[in-house]
């Protein structure tokens, strides 16, 4: 692991804007964030805070996911956001197992959210439940009463 350079981070956070929204890439990396490098192409690869990862560089897509931790740092930092989407606390076991969210249990999304947005997805009390990719735009999740919503990448288990 590297310390990154500054306009590495400048870079980091521009495109934490885009995807997340509202000037959050500057409170999400702070200048001591370690990287790690592709040993092929030497492009940032890994993103660590504090020793623990926080996100995944995609550079075929040139966006980044975000790991349960990356995602419990950014729920602490941010109030509410456009990447965030609630759902039915009854579900709440099933999505920590990793299993996609139905449009049918998605109480709140932001109509900001574009299918193949990097999505967090939290209960009603706005725990940490798991992190996903969108399926449905915002828009689409809430009106929708079948199919999946959110295709979920990671849960947090029990």
């Keep these: 692991m590297e310390k990154a350079r500054w306009d590495e981070l400048i870079k980091l956070r521009s495109l934490?804007?885009?995807q997340f929204g509202e000037n959050y890439g500057d409170l999400f990396f702070p200048e001591d964030i370690k990287i790690t490098r592709s040993k092929r192409t030497g492009r940032i690869r890994d993103i660590f805070y504090n020793g623990e990862l926080i996100a995944i560089f995609r550079p075929r897509v040139g966006l980044m996911s975000l790991s349960l931790v990356g995602a419990k740092r950014f729920l602490d930092i941010v109030e509410d956001s456009r990447s965030i989407v609630?759902?039915?606390n009854g579900v709440e076991d099933f999505i920590r197992k990793g299993k996609s969210v139905f449009a049918k249990h998605v109480i709140k999304a932001d109509h900001r959210?574009?299918?193949?947005?990097e999505v967090i997805i939290t209960n009603e009390k706005k725990d940490l439940l798991a992190v996903g990719k969108a399926f449905l735009s915002g828009r689409e999740?809430?009106?929708f009463n079948r199919g999946i919503a959110v295709n979920v990448r990671k849960?947090?288990?029990h």
């Design 86 to 88: 609630v759902v039915d």
């Design 141 to 143: 999740m809430l009106c």
């Design 155 to 157: 849960g947090l288990k």
């Design 16 to 18: 934490f804007n885009y």
């Design 113 to 117: 959210i574009r299918s193949q947005d």
